[in-house]
């Protein structure tokens, strides 16, 4: 490797994923990365280590970033995955966002604990970046992921409740900052918003709407969440003077139940008047539409992330901790528990919210600074290493 130049791992990214929240992560966490080596005065070259979702265009392009993407060979010993990493000096593994935990079954643990594993066997400094740590319900489950935290240089809960959890496990070093996505770009539409009427978005989870993988209420909901949304779609076109906007937030796919634009189709043929927001090919593009709303009520968490962090009010509706985790952590209490309240509740709710829009807008603002604080101090965390790996590579070349 010549000069000062240095290759850093980006585990559980992803450069096309349907799921535009973990494309946010990737384009957010490249952004802060980038300002770091610069302040650290290294070249970096960044590799992209995830799915790749089948038949989606990269989206994450630069000349300084490599895409591997992974298969269930990948994982094989002496596979590509151990391969790339080799070829690594630093990892820095954002899981996903919330993917190292138990609740999605033991097959996406064991790719996560795996792919850990290999960069420590290889003793290149491992980093768990900014994301969800948990839940592991299973106790051998939770050993495990304990003593891979507790081998790793540094692990960083995205959240309060996060981060009281890890402490729980007894991982020792731990750092809270927030969601790297607050730093994500926004590309405004095209097309500008012409109606003098209030926008109101809403983002529909097929993953909710469906009833999870299993289609039997697989996260435990006591909102009967199709139901909700049709209530909720009836009250909000039933007023003059709002223009609705459903905003998918994950792409096209093969699966039903994680196509949130086929299903926002199917609703607005049953709403006349609402307006179905773009197919959008990158995720700066889907926070420049949701940025351009006056109000904005999510049930995707990046999709509520891209609302708070350009000012537009926002109800979350959670159906884990960590909606309640990121955003209460921030001082932001507007979300709405669909695993407690009853539908009509929750219907109630967002609409209350939307009445205090104003206040909540100016929430949005205090919030986003909180969040670029406190990554502001993962960033400086990463100058910090990037420097120490550097001088590590320039005492080990010829």
Same mark, same amino acid.
Request: charged residues 20%; hydrophobic residues 45%.
């Given at each position: 490797m010549?000069?000062?130049e240095?290759?850093?791992?980006?585990?559980w990214?992803?450069?096309n994923?349907g799921?535009?929240?973990?494309?946010?992560?990737?384009?957010?966490?490249?952004?802060?990365l980038?300002e770091?080596?610069?302040?650290?005065?290294?070249?970096?070259?960044?590799?992209i280590?995830g799915w790749?979702?089948?038949g989606?265009?990269?989206?994450?392009?630069?000349?300084d970033?490599?895409?591997?993407?992974?298969?269930?060979?990948?994982?094989?010993?002496?596979?590509?995955?151990?391969?790339?990493?080799?070829?690594?000096?630093?990892?820095?593994?954002?899981?996903?966002?919330d993917?190292?935990?138990?609740?999605?079954?033991?097959?996406?643990?064991?790719?996560f604990?795996?792919?850990?594993?290999?960069?420590?066997?290889?003793?290149?400094?491992?980093?768990?970046?900014?994301?969800?740590?948990?839940?592991?319900?299973?106790?051998?489950?939770?050993?495990?992921?304990?003593?891979?935290?507790?081998?790793?240089?540094?692990?960083?809960?995205?959240?309060a409740?996060?981060?009281?959890?890890?402490?729980?496990?007894?991982?020792?070093?731990?750092?809270?900052?927030?969601?790297?996505?607050?730093?994500?770009p926004?590309t405004p539409p095209?097309?500008?918003?012409?109606?003098?009427?209030?926008?109101?978005?809403?983002?529909?989870?097929?993953?909710?709407?469906? =009833?999870?993988?299993?289609?039997?209420?697989?996260f435990?909901l006591?909102?009967d969440?199709?139901e909700?949304?049709?209530?909720?779609?009836?009250?909000?076109?039933?007023?003059?003077?709002?223009?609705?906007?459903?905003?998918?937030?994950?792409?096209?796919s093969?699966?039903?139940?994680?196509?949130?634009?086929?299903?926002?189709?199917?609703?607005a043929?049953a709403?006349?008047?609402?307006?179905?927001?773009?197919?959008?090919?990158?995720?700066?593009?889907?926070?420049?539409?949701?940025?351009?709303?006056?109000?904005?009520?999510?049930a995707?968490?990046?999709a509520?992330?891209?609302?708070?962090?350009?000012?537009?009010?926002?109800?979350p509706?959670a159906?884990?901790?960590?909606?309640g985790?990121?955003? =209460?952590?921030?001082?932001?209490?507007?979300?709405?528990?669909?695993?407690?309240?009853?539908?009509q509740?929750?219907?109630?709710?967002?609409?209350?919210?939307f009445?205090? $829009?104003?206040?909540?807008?100016?929430?949005a603002?205090?919030? $986003?600074?909180?969040?670029?604080?406190?990554?502001?101090?993962?960033?400086?965390f990463?100058?910090?290493?990037?420097?120490?790996?550097?001088?590590r590579?320039?005492s080990?070349?010829?």
């Amino acid at each position: 490797m010549a000069g000062s130049e240095i290759t850093v791992g980006l585990l559980w990214h992803s450069a096309n994923s349907g799921n535009l929240g973990v494309g946010a992560l990737t384009v957010s966490h490249l952004a802060i990365l980038r300002e770091a080596a610069a302040a650290a005065d290294v070249r970096v070259r960044f590799v992209i280590l995830g799915w790749l979702d089948p038949g989606s265009p990269i989206y994450v392009r630069a000349d300084d970033v490599e895409v591997v993407g992974l298969t269930s060979r990948a994982f094989l010993p002496f596979g590509r995955l151990q391969r790339a990493i080799r070829a690594c000096d630093l990892v820095l593994d954002i899981g996903g966002g919330d993917s190292f935990a138990d609740i999605y079954g033991w097959r996406r643990f064991t790719y996560f604990c795996l792919s850990k594993s290999y960069a420590l066997a290889a003793r290149r400094p491992l980093v768990q970046s900014p994301q969800t740590i948990g839940p592991f319900n299973r106790r051998l489950l939770r050993s495990i992921a304990t003593f891979l935290m507790n081998r790793s240089r540094m692990t960083f809960a995205r959240d309060a409740l996060s981060l009281a959890y890890a402490k729980d496990l007894g991982v020792r070093r731990l750092g809270e900052a927030s969601d790297v996505a607050f730093r994500l770009p926004a590309t405004p539409p095209e097309t500008a918003f012409n109606s003098a009427k209030v926008k109101v978005g809403l983002n529909v989870s097929a993953l909710l709407y469906f =009833g999870g993988y299993n289609r039997s209420n697989m996260f435990g909901l006591s909102v009967d969440f199709a139901e909700f949304v049709d209530l909720l779609l009836t009250e909000l076109t039933s007023r003059e003077d709002l223009e609705v906007h459903l905003v998918p937030h994950v792409l096209p796919s093969d699966s039903e139940v994680e196509d949130d634009e086929a299903l926002c189709r199917r609703l607005a043929e049953a709403h006349p008047g609402v307006v179905v927001a773009p197919s959008f090919s990158h995720p700066s593009e889907a926070k420049g539409y949701i940025a351009a709303l006056d109000f904005f009520a999510g049930a995707r968490m990046h999709a509520c992330i891209a609302a708070l962090s350009s000012g537009v009010p926002v109800a979350p509706l959670a159906y884990s901790r960590k909606f309640g985790g990121l955003f =209460g952590s921030l001082g932001y209490d507007a979300t709405i528990d669909l695993k407690t309240e009853t539908t009509q509740s929750a219907c109630d709710k967002v609409l209350d919210a939307f009445e205090r $829009r104003a206040a909540l807008a100016l929430e949005a603002g205090q919030v $986003r600074e909180r969040a670029l604080q406190r990554l502001g101090g993962y960033q400086h965390f990463l100058v910090d290493l990037l420097g120490e790996v550097k001088g590590r590579h320039a005492s080990t070349s010829p």
